[in-house]
Nanobody, 120 residues
Framework: VQLQASGGGLVDAGGSLRLSCTAS????????LGWYRQTPGKQRELVAR???????NYADSVKGRFTISKDNAKNSTYLQMDSLKPEDTAVYYC???????????????WGQGTQVTVSS
């Protein structure tokens, strides 16, 4: 399974960006989709996650500013990021909890990362 993320870039503080991620390959079902971010010297942290049943959870630092959504038909997830702050600067990674075949377990798949830079 491959995850292709896009939509990162450079934006001024207060601006918006929309990240997209599409999963491809042999996919039987997706249990959840999520976005993580990482800055140099720090651990990767969860930003937002959406489950198969459309339950969502967000990091406290992005609640009210970021919105995660998904398109089941396209095996895609999106992260709408509004009111961006310089501290949101990071490499953003998409993640999928994927089952390739009906009898196989769910496994994590990761995208290649997309850089988001917010200037003050």
């Amino acid at each position: 399974v491959q995850l292709q993320a896009s939509g990162g870039g450079l934006v001024d503080a207060g601006g918006s960006l929309r990240l997209s991620c599409t999963a491809s390959g042999t996919i039987f079902s997706i249990n959840s989709l999520g976005w993580y971010r990482q800055t140099p010297g720090k651990q990767r942290e969860l930003v937002a996650r959406i489950t198969r049943d459309n339950n969502t959870n967000y990091a406290d630092s992005v609640k009210g500013r970021f919105t995660i959504s998904k398109d089941n038909a396209k095996n895609s997830t999106y992260l709408q990021m509004d009111s961006l702050k310089p501290e949101d600067t990071a490499v953003y990674y998409c993640n999928a909890d994927v089952r390739r075949f009906s009898a196989s377990p769910y496994r994590d798949a990761w995208g290649q990362g997309t850089q988001v830079t917010v200037s003050s």
